[in-house]
């Protein structure tokens, strides 16, 4: 008897996205379910510094839980942390050539959602003055990783992508996301799926 002929055989599209913290894994485990993604998967990485390109595709590579998808759209994303500009740019480049989309913010992921109520200047913000505005305009304490305040993000995301519209492309000196270009892209997946 013959060896078996081994094809791959292709997997089901999946849509992933690995993020670096609760906050994020909360709000597009929201956006999941509110766009209907049903081939959406959000996995959190492990929190800390380094590589998130490279942690993101040893993770595809090696998580069984992967296996018998074929990851067409994958997203990272991430904010600057105590990584240098050039250790950016090297993750910027990095997922080009493996066609990740990134989502990245300087100072940090609450920038984006403070986007959801008001118009983002490039001043660099503060952390501590991110989530005082966000108190301010959810009327209680801003608390990280917060399912219930998340869900009150979701409905404003064409007001946070008009409100972030100045401060879209990266820039380590100001305030910066590229979250609009992340979720206009999902839009369009959910439109199709």
């Known amino acids: 008897m013959g060896g078996r002929n081994k094809k791959r055989k292709k997997g089901k599209p999946a849509i992933l996205i690995f993020v670096e913290g609760q906050t994020e894994q909360a709000y597009f485990n929201c956006l999941r379910q509110n766009f209907e993604l049903k081939s959406a998967t959000v996995v959190q990485l492990l929190k800390g510094s380094g590589d998130w390109i490279d942690k993101v595709s040893r993770d595809i590579k090696l998580n069984p839980k992967f296996k018998g998808y074929d990851a067409e759209n994958v997203f990272v994303i991430f904010d600057k942390n105590s990584d240098d500009e050039s250790q950016i740019l090297s993750m910027f480049r990095k997922a080009k050539t493996k066609k990740y989309k990134v989502g990245f913010s300087n100072n940090s992921f609450e920038l984006w959602l403070l986007a959801h109520f008001e118009t983002i200047s490039r001043s660099l913000s503060t952390q501590d003055i991110l989530e005082k505005n966000l108190t301010a305009h959810l009327g209680n304490e801003y608390k ?50």
């Open 144 to 193: 990280k990783g917060n399912s219930k305040q998340i869900e009150s993000f979701i409905g404003n995301l064409d007001t946070a992508i008009s409100n972030s519209s100045g401060v879209s492309e990266f820039d380590f000196n100001f305030n910066s996301t590229s979250l609009p270009d992340v979720i206009k892209e999902i839009k369009k997946l959910s439109i199709n799926s």
